[in-house]
T-cell receptor, first 112, second 113 residues
Framework: KQEVTQIPAALSVPEGENLVLNCSFTDSAIYNLQWFRQDPGKGLTSLLLIQSSQREQTSGRLNASLDKSSGRSTLYIAASQPGDSATYLCAVDSSGTYKYIFGTGTRLKVLA | DGGITQSPKYLFRKEGQNVTLSCEQNLNHDAMYWYRQDPGQGLRLIYYSQIVNDFQKGDIAEGYSVSREKKESFPLTVTSAQKNPTAFYLC????????????FGPGTRLTVT
């Protein structure tokens, strides 16, 4: 059974730092992996989707990488800003049947 | 504006009552999903639907029911059989096929006392 883990659970960094959020999954046979952002009390906003055949995707200051063989994905945030403060979740579709498995998220706080 | 709407934002019910949560999308997406989010836990899939008039159970379907009579709508009923209904409920949609992004609504916070 696929399990998705995100470490650390919480992270505080000063503004301007580059940072990396981690996502690990136990079954490397995945179809795609998606990174989301969630602000308190709100829905999820899709950040990046990586297909199983891809190794990375980029959007602005965000870069997500995928290493299926090691069961890991990382979300790199460049030049962090206070507005980046949120919970970041990764989700894996390992069956191709629309059933995403979510990690518990990393709560990020960027200090001004 | 295209998007997913969920109503209401907050919902309060007495124990033993059924309650229906609304989810509407105008993105022309084929697939729709319902998730539950509890503090300190990841999202858990309740039900999903790939096409009108068809839906499948997710990991925690007990005590919930859904219908998919229209492409745009996927209402979720929380029945009195659900033992711990208080939670944040999120609806999502995506295009058909396994490689498409999921888009989420703003959520409904249900409190049952």
């Amino acid at each position: 059974k696929q399990e998705v883990t995100q470490i650390p659970a919480a992270l505080s960094v000063p503004e301007g730092e580059n940072l990396v959020l981690n996502c690990s999954f136990t079954d490397s046979a995945i179809y795609n992996l998606q990174w989301f952002r969630q602000d308190p009390g709100k829905g999820l906003t899709s950040l990046l989707l990586i297909q199983s055949s891809q190794r990375e995707q980029t959007s602005g200051r965000l870069n997500a990488s995928l290493d299926k063989s090691s069961g890991r994905s990382t979300l790199y945030i460049a030049a962090s800003q206070p507005g980046d403060s949120a919970t970041y979740l990764c989700a894996v579709d390992s069956s191709g049947t629309y059933k995403y498995i979510f990690g518990t998220g990393t709560r990020l706080k960027v200090l001004a | 504006d295209g998007g997913i709407t969920q109503s209401p934002k907050y919902l309060f019910r007495k124990e033993g009552q059924n309650v229906t949560l609304s989810c509407e999308q105008n993105l022309n997406h084929d697939a729709m999903y319902w998730y539950r989010q509890d503090p300190g836990q990841g999202l858990r899939l309740i039900y999903y639907s790939q096409i009108v008039n068809d839906f499948q159970k997710g990991d925690i379907a007990e005590g919930y029911s859904v219908s998919r009579e229209k492409k745009e709508s996927f209402p979720l009923t929380v029945t009195s059989a659900q033992k711990n209904p208080t939670a944040f409920y999120l609806c999502a949609s995506s295009m058909a096929g396994v490689l498409h992004e999921q888009y989420f609504g703003p959520g409904t916070r249900l409190t049952v006392t």
